[in-house]
């Protein structure tokens, strides 16, 4: 399995496509830091503006940890599409050349070929990941500098202690890895039904996207499949930035407001992982290979 | 360590494919000794590929049994697949590769150890020079030897080759045909060829199967099959009728045939051509043109000119 998994990871990093998302999450970050950078000042404190007339705010809300922050809610949207690129080529793409017979008439099972490959296009999702947090977090820290972390939502504005970030960023990404996992591993099964990439990395584009105008939608005819869409859980890293409170009013330092909900959106995310995995060997294992 | 193999090495029996009522292969039976040069004919369509691909576990038969080495392929797979070698149909290979790289993967999954035999087979098909330059700047002829390479690395005892002379130029055809009777000769390596062409079958094959629309047409030595002394002669002439009736009332009416066209042929052995000639002329047939072929060649060819 080991070999397997080594020969897709060549084929994927000697893939010129592989290296696009690479360059796209450091273009897309480069150039938000960019304009922070600039004007950042002025759009914080346009945003802190009602805060500022009750409360006096010392340091640097435009930080490191912010940036990132705003980045990841920007950027995680995206994210999909890049995975997709690559997941979605993992079978269809082989088709397409004609080097998946070359692959299944080897001395090896199908079921061990296909769980290689996809060991290998999860790797390449988590060196994404991994890429994208050296350039929203660490790169924005070097840039910005590091404080609190000072969130504003709707009504409610939450500030984390600077020593209490880093491993909320640590989980968030870990989080978020689970969810790319799971758009990797669905772009990964339609792969198996076409033999040229861009069906499969539309397919999934389309899925992602309607599954979540029907999880924006308030519309009572959908309430009942909206916790079982992985869309409705993918955005569950920000659960790790809501800070329990404590008796006294005072954030509980190292809590998360409400983990049971986060850890079951990953659950849900895992089982999804599962069922398209298991899908996967199950069409592969039958398939007839005549491309 | 591998079993010593003393039945065939590739016995196919009553083995179907149907894609709904489409019969891609039908009740087909055939056996590989070891050390043949297997011919495998039959014209475009035929079911050679979709056969190819049953016995590399590609497609999974409808009906009928395979084994290979005296195994049974289903449960025997990837036992069996470490000794086999193929090209399906035509090289396709990791353009954005270089030949070293690709003969690299393969062999891995193959579970070959050797560290030298990239080298070794490399030189083998006459590659060395360009192996460290991409698969996708090398012509069809160079994919074809990288692929019969990728197919040898780890040094299988069968090796199936569909088609391998596609789209090469004549050099290219005679370098693969050196190949494949040398690594016989030299190697005692089993050969499973395709081909649409006989021609080509005649000059390697020591045994041959046809088959036409699935189904076995004939099945055996080359040199029996290709008996020369065996004839067909088409006879083109000004007035078909006329000599097909001159014919008729001759000593030559048993051995008159038709042919899938129409035209007039005659079975009969190489050396009764002659006196055909002499009595065509002394029965007044203004005859245009007498072509001679083998019985095999012309069934080949009457199926390919049906096709």
Same mark, same amino acid.
């Given at each position: 399995m080991w070999t397997i998994v080594r020969i897709e990871l060549f084929?994927?990093?000697?893939?010129?496509?592989?290296?696009?998302?690479?360059?796209?999450?450091?273009?897309?970050? $480069?150039?938000?830091? @960019?304009?922070?950078?600039?004007?950042?000042?002025?759009?914080?404190?346009?945003?802190?503006?009602?805060?500022?007339?009750?409360?006096?705010?010392?340091?640097?809300?435009?930080n490191g940890y912010l940036m990132a922050y705003i980045i990841l809610q920007t950027l995680l949207v995206h994210v999909p599409l890049l995975i997709a690129l690559v997941s979605g080529d993992m079978v269809s793409g082989e088709a397409g050349m004609g080097t998946l017979?070359?692959?299944?008439?080897?001395?090896?099972?199908?079921?061990?070929? @296909?769980?290689?490959?996809? @060991?290998?296009?999860?790797?390449?999702t988590v060196a994404l990941l991994v890429w994208m947090a050296l350039w929203t977090l660490f790169f924005s820290l070097w840039l910005f500098g590091a404080d609190d972390l000072v969130i504003m939502k709707s009504e409610v504005v939450t500030?984390?202690?600077?020593?209490?970030?880093? $491993?909320?960023?640590?989980?968030?990404?870990?989080?978020?890895?689970?969810?790319?996992?799971?758009?990797?591993?669905?772009?990964? @099964?339609?792969?198996?039904?076409?033999?040229?990439?861009?069906?499969?990395?539309?397919?999934?584009?389309?899925?992602?996207?309607?599954?979540?105008?029907?999880?924006?939608?308030?519309?009572?005819?959908?309430?009942?499949?909206?916790? $079982?869409?992985?869309?409705?859980?993918?955005?569950? $890293?920000?659960?790790?930035?809501?800070?329990?409170?404590?008796?006294?009013?005072?954030?509980?330092?190292?809590?998360?407001?409400?983990?049971?909900?986060?850890?079951r959106s990953a659950a849900i995310l895992g089982v999804h992982i599962g069922l398209f995995l298991a899908l996967s060997v199950a069409v592969f294992r039958r398939k007839d290979i005549l491309s | 360590m591998r079993a010593v193999v003393t039945g065939p090495v590739i016995e196919v029996s009553g083995l179907s494919k149907r894609y709904g009522e489409f019969k891609a292969v039908d009740d087909l039976s055939f056996r590989v000794e070891r050390g043949d040069v297997y011919g495998f004919l039959g014209q475009n369509g035929a079911g050679k590929s979709t056969t190819i691909r049953m016995l590399l576990t590609l497609i999974r038969p409808t009906a009928g049994s395979i084994r290979l080495f005296g195994m049974d392929l289903v449960r025997h797979r990837r036992e069996v697949l470490a000794r086999v070698g193929a090209v399906i149909e035509k090289p396709d290979l990791y353009g954005y590769l270089t030949g070293r790289e690709n003969l690299r993967i393969l062999a891995r999954l193959s579970g070959c150890r050797d560290r030298n035999a990239i080298g070794r087979v490399?030189?083998?098909?006459?590659?060395?020079?360009?192996?460290?330059?991409?698969?996708?700047?090398?012509? =069809?002829?160079?994919?074809q030897r990288l692929g019969i390479a990728c197919a040898l690395v780890h040094d299988p005892e069968l090796v199936v080759l569909d088609e391998p002379?596609?789209?090469?130029?004549?050099?290219?055809?005679a370098d693969?045909?050196?190949?494949?009777?040398?690594?016989?000769?030299?190697?005692?390596?089993?050969?499973?060829?395709?081909?649409?062409?006989?021609?080509?079958?005649?000059?390697?094959?020591?045994?041959?199967?046809?088959?036409?629309?699935?189904?076995?047409?004939?099945?055996?030595?080359?040199?029996?099959?290709?008996?020369?002394?065996?004839?067909?002669?088409?006879? !083109?002439?000004?007035d078909d009728e006329q000599a097909r009736a001159l014919l008729a009332s001759s000593r030559w009416a048993a051995h008159v045939e038709d042919?899938? =066209?129409?035209?007039?042929?005659?079975?009969?052995?190489?050396?009764?051509?002659? =006196?055909?000639?002499?009595?065509?002329?002394?029965?007044?047939?203004?005859?245009?043109?007498?072509?001679?072929?083998?019985?095999? !060649?012309?069934?080949?060819?009457?199926l390919t000119q049906a096709g």
């Open positions: 084929k994927i990093f000697r893939k010129p496509r592989t290296y696009i998302a690479f360059g796209a999450v450091a273009a897309i970050v $480069w150039l938000i830091q @960019l304009g922070f950078y600039v004007d950042g000042e002025t759009y914080v404190q346009f945003g802190m503006q009602a805060l500022s007339e009750t409360f006096d705010v010392e340091g640097r809300v435009l017979r070359l692959l299944a008439s080897r001395p090896v099972s199908r079921t061990q070929l @296909l769980l290689g490959k996809f @060991l290998a296009s999860s790797v390449y500030q984390i202690l600077r020593s209490d970030v880093m $491993w909320r960023y640590a989980a968030a990404f870990g989080f978020a890895t689970v969810a790319m996992v799971t758009v990797s591993s669905l772009a990964f @099964l339609l792969s198996l039904f076409a033999e040229n990439s861009i069906g499969p990395i539309i397919a999934t584009m389309s899925i992602v996207i309607v599954f979540t105008i029907l999880n924006s939608l308030g519309l009572p005819l959908f309430d009942a499949v909206k916790p $079982w869409l992985f869309t409705t859980h993918m955005l569950g $890293w920000k659960g790790f930035f809501d800070v329990q409170l404590g008796a006294d009013n005072e954030q509980v330092v190292g809590s998360v407001e409400n983990l049971p909900a986060v850890l | 490399l030189e083998t098909v006459g590659l060395a020079a360009r192996a460290d330059d991409r698969v996708r700047t090398y012509s =069809q002829g160079m994919r002379t596609n789209g090469l130029d004549p050099q290219g055809i693969i045909r050196h190949l494949i009777l040398r690594l016989s000769r030299e190697e005692g390596k089993t050969f499973l060829v395709s081909s649409h062409l006989l021609s080509e079958m005649e000059l390697i094959a020591n045994r041959m199967v046809i088959i036409d629309r699935g189904r076995k047409v004939v099945e055996g030595e080359c040199r029996t099959l290709l008996d020369p002394e065996r004839q067909v002669v088409h006879l !083109e002439t000004l042919d899938a =066209q129409g035209r007039i042929r005659l079975a009969l052995d190489r050396a009764e051509v002659p =006196q055909l000639v002499r009595d065509l002329a002394a029965m007044g047939v203004s005859v245009l043109a007498l072509r001679p072929t083998n019985r095999l !060649e012309d069934y080949f060819l009457s």
